[in-house]
């Protein structure tokens, strides 16, 4: 395990001892003292120095959950060690760090993958389903709000409103879900127009909207916030012969479609399966070769837009997609 910066570092390293072909075995920590107690809570060894463990024969993987600007000497570190890698969103702050890690990646022939727990979901893989059977027709646009109160009701750790670790706010942490669902759902990214807000004085983002124009002409709008009332996770697809949509998992997905015999909008009674989580697609990548729904390309893909976003909210104007 590298870091418990992270908010979800606790619940991978959890997901990693329940599997049956996994343990945790080792703990490196940017923060001494924190990687100290977390490896006495889990009876392994702390090791206080990267490159020694990256060294240890008895380390297969990593598992990086550390601040968001340590992820590209981290991972190419890892890869370039052999070591197959699990990493929290986002992959880096920048697109060209994005492209040296996949270079490594690459080069190194380790197994990778990043956290998209969402796309895992029944009710978000009945969206893409209603698309690719051609429920909707052509994709027009997707509304996606994933948003809780973070910041407005102070449970979020101080350290991410740390601008230079975590290279944003509420866009760069919580809105990377709804990037990631849009470009899945929608395709190429040209441009982004954001607006980002602060309501709670904190020196990152905490209210933000960015705006996606994709290649054929459909539009995506992330909406996320650390200031929602509790909580928000809404999606709304359109299209020109159908629609889907979902107030909250809770409430169920409902579609209407041209293509359907019943008129008007109806709950979806049979939705797909849930995804295998991204931890346990990782480790059986690691030991058998099975496929990874998110790999090394989709993880650039996501800092691409997140680069975009945040030069429109810095400039004031729209942002092309820097792409290789």
């Known amino acids: 395990m590298l870091s418990r910066w992270h908010v979800h570092a606790n619940e991978y390293c959890a997901a990693i001892n329940r599997h049956p072909a996994a343990e945790v075995v080792s703990v490196w920590d940017e923060q001494e003292d924190r990687g100290k107690a977390w490896s006495s809570e889990l009876d392994v060894p702390f090791v206080a120095n990267y490159e020694s463990l990256l060294s240890r024969d008895d380390v297969d993987a990593v598992c990086v959950v550390t601040p968001t600007n340590l992820h590209r000497d981290i991972i190419v570190g890892a890869a370039e060690a052999g070591k197959h890698i ?9 697109v060209s760090e994005a492209r040296e890690v996949a270079a490594a990646i690459e080069k190194n022939d380790v197994t990778f993958c990043i956290s998209f727990p969402r796309r895992c979901l029944p009710e978000l893989k009945y ?15 997707t509304r996606i709000r994933i948003a809780h109160a973070g910041s407005s009701r102070d449970w979020l750790p101080k350290h991410f409103y740390d601008l230079k670790a975590c290279g944003g706010g509420a866009m760069m942490d919580l809105g990377a879900h709804g990037m990631y669902l849009a470009r899945w759902l929608l395709g190429s990214p040209r441009r982004v127009v954001s607006v980002f807000s602060n309501i709670t004085d904190r020196t990152v983002e905490d209210n933000a909207v960015s705006v996606i124009e994709f290649e054929n002409g459909e539009i995506g709008i992330n909406e996320t916030s650390f200031v929602a009332y509790p909580d928000s996770y809404s999606l709304e697809l359109d299209g020109t012969e ?3 949509r979902m107030l909250s998992p809770k409430e169920g997905v409902e579609v209407r479609s041209d293509h359907l015999d019943k008129n008007g909008w109806h709950k979806v009674e049979e939705l797909p399966e849930r995804s295998v989580s991204p931890i346990d697609q990782w480790i059986s990548g690691c030991l058998d070769g099975t496929e990874i729904e998110f790999g090394i390309e989709e993880a650039v893909q996501l ?6 976003a945040y030069r429109s909210h810095i400039s004031g104007a729209s942002a092309s997609i820097e792409t290789v």
């Open 127 to 141: 969206a893409k389903q209603a698309i690719q059977q051609g429920l909707v027709g052509t994709p027009t646009l």
């Open 303 to 308: 800092t691409e837009l997140m680069d975009a």
């Open 86 to 94: 699990f990493t929290e969103k986002v992959l880096t702050t920048t």
């Open 242 to 244: 159908g629609g889907v």
